[in-house]
T-cell receptor, first 115, second 114 residues
């Protein structure tokens, strides 16, 4: 079984450009989570989605950031008008549901560098 | 509200020595507790989890952790460190009422000296 797939693994953007990060969950998983990891910091929760629904976006910055998980296709984390402070590793995780004792399956991350 | 505190951002041990990584949690409901490991440039992998069954939990690669409610702790141990254990370790908590919004600690980087 393929694990959680994230792409691109590395992305370089100039200030003001847009970044789109994609995540395909494990087969059979319908819950997707996005986390951000800054250097020397832990993972910070950003958003939790199910197919076509945002369940909890309490960790998302109020501006420039958005996420979706359409009926077909991968989940996308979109960052508009990137700034240097957006440089980080963005991890996607998936789970089959809320009854699995919270275990998360992580992708290898997308590392965004803003010049 | 839930939170996790990992004591020590860096821990260094000699190969063959005991590994002890500390984690304390705060939770308003009975928690699920986890330890994840992250190798360089990779995602996180689950080492072990506590889900209110046995308080001593055994995981992969010889690691284990003990849930101590009275101390609100979930420390990770391994009797004998191996060079391949060098990585970053994250303690995490989520409410047992639902598996979303898992909260992670800041991580502890383990160095293993030859």
């Amino acid at each position: 079984n393929a694990g959680v797939m994230q792409n691109p693994r590395h992305l370089v953007r100039r200030r003001g450009q847009e970044a789109r990060l994609r995540c395909s969950p494990m087969k059979g998983h319908s819950h997707v989570y996005w986390y951000r990891q800054l250097p020397e910091e832990g993972l910070k929760f950003m958003v939790y989605l199910q197919k076509e629904n945002i369940i909890d976006e309490s960790g998302m910055p109020k501006e420039r950031f958005s996420a979706e998980f359409p009926k077909e296709g991968p989940s996308i984390l979109r960052i508009q008008q990137v700034v240097r402070g957006d440089s980080a590793a963005y991890f996607c995780a998936s789970s089959p549901g809320q009854t699995n004792a919270g275990e998360l399956f992580f992708g290898e991350g997308s590392r965004l560098t803003v010049l | 509200a839930q939170s996790v505190t990992q004591l020590g951002s860096h821990v260094s041990v000699s190969e063959g020595a005991l590994v002890l990584l500390r984690c304390n949690y705060s939770s308003s409901v009975p928690p699920y507790l986890f330890w994840y490991v992250q190798y360089p440039n990779q995602g996180l992998q689950l080492l072990l989890k506590y889900t209110s069954a046995a308080t001593l939990v055994k995981g992969i690669n010889g690691f284990e952790a003990e849930f101590k409610k009275s101390e609100t702790s979930f420390h990770l141990t391994k009797p004998s460190a191996h060079m391949s254990d060098a990585a970053e370790y994250f303690c995490a908590v989520s409410p047992n009422t639902g598996g979303f919004k898992t909260i992670f600690g800041a991580g502890t980087r383990l160095f293993v000296k030859a």
